[in-house]
């Protein structure tokens, strides 16, 4: 029996709790800091996960036996090496591994010696040659903060003064100062995005599912890039998972081992399918957030074995075992975001959202006298299973229509692409 701490707060953590809370090898299950809304299912401690040795103190004093870390912020701080460093198991790559996604520059040079498929780019730290090169290639083109943005800081530009203007947004620190350090500017390719997922103990590596999410704000993929507004999973487009092992994930394992920074944890592969094949757009070193939640749903698997396995090289014998439904997930967020938004806002319906079959997972929610009150931009997300994408995405939102939030907004069209050939393959 193990007791588990799970660093993290949002719907992300609050799927991962779900998950691991049916493991008949949990002792105990502890999430920093958590949420209201697991709570009944995890014993949430007041720890701030940005002090490493604070969270290794609360290990040694409650015999913890793994740590799982759901977010990037900590892992591209060096919160796994700490944690190794005082003999603790964790699951999630060492600050050097986790520069996948802690910078965008170290991922695109990591694919040229890999020879991993990739938009060609160039990476700038000057604004006035950033411009330049900008206006020599012309649009349309994809302008990225190099540094960690919370999945904001990517432009997709169609217009010289639209690429300009983004440029200029990271360098003046719009996401953030380390996020605007670089910038990187990549070629614009066609095709459809698609997300794979691998977890790895550094040395053995199995897929993890397939998702395709909803970045933008609002129906028919318009509207500022969010932290995601929606996801389903698996993904119809992605139906070669040994391709993509072979030809991306496995190079990149393989090279991070033999440069000596081995990657442990969960590999999060955006992917752009191009004419040409698959071609890998970004790494995240942690899962996805709203696709976490549709993997969770999915996984028949024990995710604390998966988990340990990955933390203790013990993967080799792992093989995880998934249910043939699709899942599909709705985010509700606060009117306003990903820009300004009112938070204290009651919230009314989710057990009735619950009794129709949904699963609903807390991201931004707090109680406040045994009443719901919203407590971030994201803040629930509205998750349900069905026989295809179309059947899922009913049964959500059946599920949303019982929520009463007057100061909430959700896409209407999460899993469009999908549902639009399910239904020309029965029209045929």
């Not at 904001?152 to 605007?180: Q, R, T």
């Not at 013990?314 to 093989?319: D, F, K, R």
């Not at 439904?325 to 619950?354: C, F, H, N, S, W």
Request: glycine residues 10%; aromatic residues 8%; proline residues 4%.
């Amino acid at each position: 029996m193990k007791t588990v701490l799970l660093l993290g707060s949002g719907g992300r953590e609050h799927a991962l709790a779900w998950k691991l809370a049916q493991s008949e090898d949990l002792r105990q299950l502890f999430v920093a800091p958590g949420n209201d809304g697991m709570a009944t299912i995890a014993e949430c401690v007041d720890l701030d996960i940005a002090v490493h040795q604070d969270i290794i103190a609360f290990c040694d004093a409650n015999s913890v036996d793994l740590v799982v870390v759901g977010p990037e912020i900590p892992l591209v701080a060096g919160i796994a090496d700490d944690l190794r460093a005082a003999g603790i198991a964790v699951f999630g790559p060492s600050k050097a591994a986790a520069q996948l996604e802690g910078s965008k520059g170290f991922t695109k040079a990591l694919c040229d010696r890999a020879d991993i498929p990739t938009a060609a780019y160039q990476r700038f730290s000057n604004l006035d040659d950033a411009r330049s090169y900008i206006i020599e290639q012309g649009v349309p083109i994809v302008v990225k903060a190099d540094g960690l943005a919370a999945g904001k800081g990517v432009v997709v530009a169609h217009s010289l003064p639209d690429a300009v203007a983004a440029v200029e947004d990271i360098f003046a620190g719009k996401y953030g100062k380390d996020a605007g350090a670089e910038v990187v500017i990549e070629d614009f390719l066609n095709g459809e995005e698609a997300s794979f997922f691998a977890i790895t103990d550094g040395e053995t590596t199995v897929p993890f599912g397939t998702a395709q999410d909803h970045k933008r704000a609002f129906d028919g993929d318009v509207g500022p890039n969010t932290g995601g507004m929606g996801a389903y999973s698996p993904t119809p487009i992605l139906t070669d998972e040994t391709d993509i092992l072979e030809r991306i994930i496995r190079p990149t394992v393989e090279t991070l081992a033999s440069e000596g920074t081995p990657f442990q944890g969960v590999l999060y592969a955006g992917l752009m399918m191009t004419d040409e094949g698959p071609h890998l757009i970004e790494y995240n070193v942690r899962f996805g957030d709203p696709e976490c939640q549709v993997l969770m749903m999915r996984l028949e698997s024990d995710l604390l074995e998966i988990m340990y396995a990955a933390a203790t090289q013990g993967l080799a014998e792992i093989t995880p075992k998934w249910k043939a439904e699709t899942a599909l997930t709705v985010i509700m967020a606060a009117d306003g975001y990903p820009g300004q938004y009112q938070k204290g806002e009651t919230i009314r319906g989710i057990a009735d959202a619950e009794a129709v079959g949904a699963r609903i997972f807390h991201a931004g929610t707090r109680k406040v006298d045994d009443v719901w009150v919203s407590n971030g931009g994201r803040v629930l997300a509205v998750t349900a299973c069905g026989s295809s994408v179309t059947s899922a995405a009913s049964k959500a939102y059946d599920a949303l229509a019982k929520i009463d939030w007057p100061g909430g907004m959700f896409r209407r069209d999460i899993g469009w692409r999908a549902i639009e050939k399910e239904q020309g393959q029965t029209e045929d």
